[in-house]
């Protein structure tokens, strides 16, 4: 699953998408500076607007969400 966040995050133009965990949680990536997969690409960290950065290692990454903007 990091490789497809990956993708999505070289993806041009950018789409933004939101990260489901293994928990439920799906934390929103906007724009390409909210998130950034680690040099040896075992982890993905988000930024989020509110609230602290999360850390997510591969078993808890579990799907990928298209967010579609609300002006369309």
Do not use: C, Q, W
Not at 2 to 15: A, C, N, Q, S
Not at 35 to 41: T, V
């Amino acid at each position: 699953m990091i490789g497809d966040v990956r993708e999505r995050l070289d993806k041009v133009p950018f789409e933004p998408f939101a990260i489901r965990s293994s928990n439920g949680r799906e934390y929103p990536v906007p724009t390409r500076d909210h998130a950034h997969i680690s040099p040896r690409g075992n982890r993905i960290v988000v930024f989020l607007d509110e609230g602290p950065a999360i850390t997510l290692g591969p078993l808890h990454v579990n799907s990928i969400v298209d967010l579609r903007s609300t002006t369309e």
